[in-house]
């Protein structure tokens, strides 16, 4: 969480769930935050009730329809949530359309193992519990995606959780768009 403590400027957050991440922002970032589940986003209005949080504003919506303008952010931040969209390729496409040239992506998701045996019982898996766990698919593979535009990796970090190893990525938006 500390990656979001130093943003400022113009920010993007899909998929906020139970919005864990709001407590997060310094005041000086002006968050946008979009989320499919509308329960999730009438919870999170009263989470900022709470927090006293006026620098984040709600949006029922989709990631692979942005209800944003091209080139608008400084940073977009998801978490856990290209593993459970319908489409990847499209919420990473709308992603690269709606960052500033030189803006930045921050993703932590689950990935697909580079171990035989957990890829295995990943792919396995998936299909009948992915219906039963809000979509997730334990086989996803989100920099493949994230790659599928032409951002520059900056940096990656892997941490080993049995069926849900998790990727850390910071990406880039190249200068020239
Ligand atoms: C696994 S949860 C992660 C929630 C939160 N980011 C976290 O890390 O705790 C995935 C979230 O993404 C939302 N979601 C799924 N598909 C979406 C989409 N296409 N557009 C926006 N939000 C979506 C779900 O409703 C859910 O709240």
Redesign the pocket.
């Known amino acids: 969480m500390s990656a979001l403590e130093g943003l400022s400027g113009e920010v993007l957050e899909?998929?906020?769930?139970?919005g864990?991440?709001f407590a997060c922002y310094a005041d000086s970032a002006r968050v946008q935050a979009?989320?499919?589940?509308e329960k999730?986003v009438n919870r999170a209005a009263r989470l900022l009730e709470v927090l006293r949080k006026t620098n984040i504003s709600l949006h029922h919506?989709?990631?692979?329809t942005l209800p944003f303008e091209d080139n608008r952010f400084d940073a977009v931040c998801?978490?856990?949530?290209l593993?459970?969209?319908?489409d990847q390729t499209r919420?990473v496409a709308e992603i690269y359309r709606v960052l500033k040239p030189g803006g930045k992506l921050l993703a932590i998701e689950h990935t697909l193992s580079n171990r035989v045996m957990i890829r295995s019982a990943q792919r396995i898996l998936t299909p009948p519990l992915a219906p039963l766990s809000?979509?997730?698919h334990l086989d996803s593979e989100p920099l493949k995606a994230i790659l599928s535009r032409p951002f520059q990796i900056i940096r990656t970090e892997s941490m080993p959780f049995f069926l849900e190893p998790r990727l850390f990525v910071e990406a880039k938006k190249g200068a020239g768009g």
């Open positions: 899909i998929g906020f769930g139970d864990e991440t979009v989320e499919k589940d999730a919506g989709s990631a692979e998801i978490s856990f949530l593993c459970s969209v319908d919420a809000g979509n997730c």
